[in-house]
């Protein structure tokens, strides 16, 4: 008896339907842009970074706070600080929904 997982066909992408990756010409254009600028301070953290380190391109006024994707937006900010600021503002969007409600029990005093 054979398994029916391992006989299935493998899947085969057509040329037309190339596997799609992350970024695009924005990044890659914001990269660019942040590249000429280096060595220069992280906007997360101000130390400096430089070409040979892992960084990214990121904004200075962040979108949700009605930053815009112009090039004078853009700055470098090392990868661990950007990453770890997009968490940061994810946990505060995720626990700023979460509110507790308020708790009120009615003392009463205890006689025995």
Request: hydrophobic share 35%; aromatic share 6%; proline share 8%.
């Amino acid at each position: 008896m054979t398994d029916a997982l391992f006989d299935m066909e493998p899947i085969h992408r057509s040329p037309a339907q190339p596997k799609k990756k992350w970024g695009g010409s924005a990044s890659t254009k914001a990269r660019a842009i942040v590249r000429r600028m280096l060595p220069a301070p992280c906007v997360r953290c101000a130390e400096i970074v430089t070409d040979e380190m892992e960084w990214h391109a990121d904004h200075i006024q962040e979108r949700n706070d009605a930053g815009t994707d112009a090039p004078s937006n853009f700055g470098p900010a090392h990868a661990h600080c950007n990453t770890s600021h997009g968490g940061r503002i994810g946990a505060a969007i995720t626990n700023g929904t979460r509110v507790t409600p308020a708790i009120t029990r009615e003392r009463r005093p205890s006689w025995w």
